[in-house]
């Protein structure tokens, strides 16, 4: 278990270009989710992904935003023609379904932030 | 629709104090309810995780307690210590369908020694 993995940890550009960041979470855990958050304030839900389906989006997820985990494995985040809005800490997080039981705990990233210039 | 409130937005204690953070929610209708901490540009650490038909959950030097009808619960932090701090976030699952998490602010803690 080598713990949620996200990359690349900084990410500076211009505004409106476009940005893709990838999680890699804990092996075997099907359900991967995406959050923001901006300073001084908690995680905001984006969306999340059960096995290779995504099953919510947050209204938060304008479309610009677009996420992805083709295989069920990692998942990736792209933004198109990014906004000074933007700039934020994206976090992922992924848990797994054990037995039906919900009462998972989710396991974090260190997050990838983003700052538009 | 669910909302999470923490108070107090920042605390400083001195080291050794024994010292409660409160976290209140507009929903009753919950799964459990989990408490993170964050440290400066990382990730969140989960430190306990209530379930919603329990009352408290215990590690170490943290004691969490829930009460679902109130909308209610606390962090107990017990002999506080510098390493202690951090922001701590609580955060509600509200259905078991999706499993998403909606947070509070947090409560930023710091320790001095």
């Known amino acids: 278990d080598t713990g949620v993995s996200q990359d690349p940890r900084h990410k500076i550009t211009k505004r409106g270009q476009n940005v893709t960041f990838r999680c890699d979470p804990i092996s075997e855990h099907n359900r991967l989710y995406w959050y923001r958050q901006t300073l001084g304030q908690g995680p905001e839900f984006l969306t999340y992904?059960?096995?290779?389906?995504?099953?919510?989006k947050s209204r938060l997820l304008s479309d610009r935003f677009s996420a992805e985990r083709p295989k069920g494995s990692f998942s990736t985040l792209e933004i198109q023609r990014t906004e000074q809005g933007d700039s934020a800490m994206y976090l992922c997080?992924?848990?797994?379904?054990?037995?039906?039981?919900?009462?998972?705990?989710?396991?974090f990233g260190d997050g990838t932030r983003l700052s538009i210039l | 629709k669910q909302e999470v409130t923490q108070i107090p937005a920042a605390l400083s204690v001195p080291e050794g104090e024994n010292l409660v953070l409160n976290c209140s929610f507009t929903?009753?209708?919950?799964?459990?309810l989990q408490w993170f901490r964050q440290d400066p540009g990382k990730g969140l650490t989960s430190l306990l995780l209530?379930?919603?038909?329990?009352r408290e959950q215990t590690s170490g030097r943290l004691n969490a307690s829930l009460d679902k009808s109130s909308g209610r619960s606390t962090l107990y932090i017990a002999a506080s210590q510098p390493g202690d701090s951090a922001t701590y976030l609580c955060?509600?699952?509200?259905?078991?369908?999706?499993?998403?998490?909606?947070f509070g602010q947090g409560t930023t803690l710091q320790v001095k020694p």
């Open positions: 955060a509600v699952r509200g259905s078991s369908n999706t499993g998403k998490l909606i």
């Open positions: 992904f059960q096995n290779e389906a995504q099953l919510e």
């Open positions: 997080a992924s848990s797994p379904i054990g037995g039906g039981d919900p009462n998972q705990p989710q396991h």
């Open positions: 209530i379930q919603s038909s329990q």
């Open positions: 929903d009753s209708a919950i799964y459990n």
